[in-house]
Every structure is written in C-alpha cells, then in structure tokens.
C-alpha cells in the first residue's frame, strides 16, 4: 500500500510555531478525517489530533486542518516535551486500507 | 479508561504461528472497529489489518494477506491475530489500535515479536 508523504525532519525553538504537513490524495486525505500521532522515545504512539478534534489531555497549543489533499499539524508556541516523530494517518476506501506517513521527527532546538 | 493490553508476543521460529490477543476495557468494545499496526525496529508505523465492529468484514495489507488472521470475541471485549508462516521481516511491536469514526484513536502499549532461528 502506499504511504503517506510527510517531511523527514523538522526542527523549531521553545516558542515557535511550527507546521507538519501530511500529503495524500482524494482516496484517503482528501475523503477522510487525518489523525496525527506523537511517539516518544519509541513508546506506543499517542492520538495528539483527530481530524480538527483535540483528544482529552492535548494541549491547545496544538491544532489540525485540512485542504483538499494536504493535512497539517501546526504547534503554536513549541514546549521541549513536544520533541518526538509524528505520523499522520488516513483511511484509503480505493485500497480499504489504512495508510500511516513516514513519519516527522521534530527536534526542539 | 480505555484500556488495550496486548499479549502473546514472543520468540518465534521462521515458518511458525504467533497469536496475539488484545484486552480492551473502558468502552463499549462491540462497538468499535479495530486495527492492529505494527512497527518493525527503528522503522514507522504499517497497518496490518481491520476488523468491523462485529467481526464479520476484515482486510489485510499486501504484505500479511494470506498469512495473517484478524478475529474479535465482542463477548470477551477481545481482539486477536492468528499469524502464521512467520518471517524475520515480521519482527517488530505490534499494537492494537481502537477505531474511531474513520481514524485510529487508542492505542495499546505494544507486545514484541521476534522471529529468529
């Protein structure tokens, strides 16, 4: 199946705001919500963002949208507790699949 | 709470069978769809499978199709995946994950696979 596209790296300053983007086409991201997942350390990935739904207990720092195919994940004001890898992920009705992004390790400089 | 514990990760001989099982609680687990993903060493997540709410449709990823079984019991809030003719390629943490609408919500805390001779 195929993946997701998002970006390899990407670093900020405590503070900063900063955008994942999450790339796919009309069969997945452009058809259905995008979930975004934080992993630390290797530890079991956690829900961050739900579509444009925040799960209980994410800070509000974090936000998601959409457009046509691309979804992102913007943190405003980055916290040194956000370092981690984000993946994002969407359900594909063409391949009844559902695909994950490579994805995005943020570094907080 | 949600709650999803898997089980049944161990060392395996290539060629042989895993089955892993998921216990859920803190929600009504009949009603909610079901993956298991996994993640091989240092690498990202891949979907393996879904199962519907009541067991009765399933897929698979290419790369387990034919391989790998899918099944819940709703009466024992359980989740599980029969794997068989195991390959070192299938070495990783497999995680059960609750479906939410169309997106993966909860996630349990993963059980280990090795597959090595």
């Known amino acids: 199946q195929s993946a997701l596209t998002q970006e390899a790296s990407l670093s900020g300053t405590v503070g900063q705001k900063v955008t994942l983007s999450c790339i796919g086409d009309s069969t997945n991201i452009g058809s259905y919500d995008v979930g975004w997942y934080q992993q630390i350390s290797h530890g079991a990935p956690k829900a961050v963002m739900l579509g444009t739904s925040l799960p209980s207990g994410i800070p509000d720092r974090f936000s998601g949208s959409k457009s046509g195919t691309t979804a992102s994940l913007t943190i405003s004001g980055l916290q040194p507790e956000d370092e981690a890898v984000y993946f994002c992920s969407a359900w594909d009705y063409s391949l009844r699949a559902q695909l994950f992004g490579g994805g995005t390790k943020l570094t907080v400089l | 709470e949600v709650q999803l514990v898997e089980s049944g990760g161990r060392v395996a001989q290539p060629g042989g069978s895993l089955r892993l099982s998921c216990a859920a609680s803190g929600f009504m687990f009949r009603s909610y769809e079901m993956n298991w993903v996994r993640q091989a060493p240092g690498k990202g997540l891949e979907w393996l499978s879904w199962?519907?709410?009541?067991?009765?449709?399933?897929t698979y990823a290419d790369s387990v199709r034919g391989r790998f079984a899918i099944s819940r019991d709703n009466s024992k809030e359980s989740l599980f995946l029969q794997m068989n003719a195991l390959r070192p390629d299938d070495s990783a943490v497999y995680y059960c994950?609750?479906?939410?609408?169309?997106?993966?919500?909860?996630w349990g805390q993963g059980t280990l696979v090795i597959v090595s001779s």
């Open positions: 199962i519907s709410s009541p067991g009765d449709d399933m």
């Open positions: 994950v609750r479906r939410s609408g169309a997106t993966p919500d909860h």
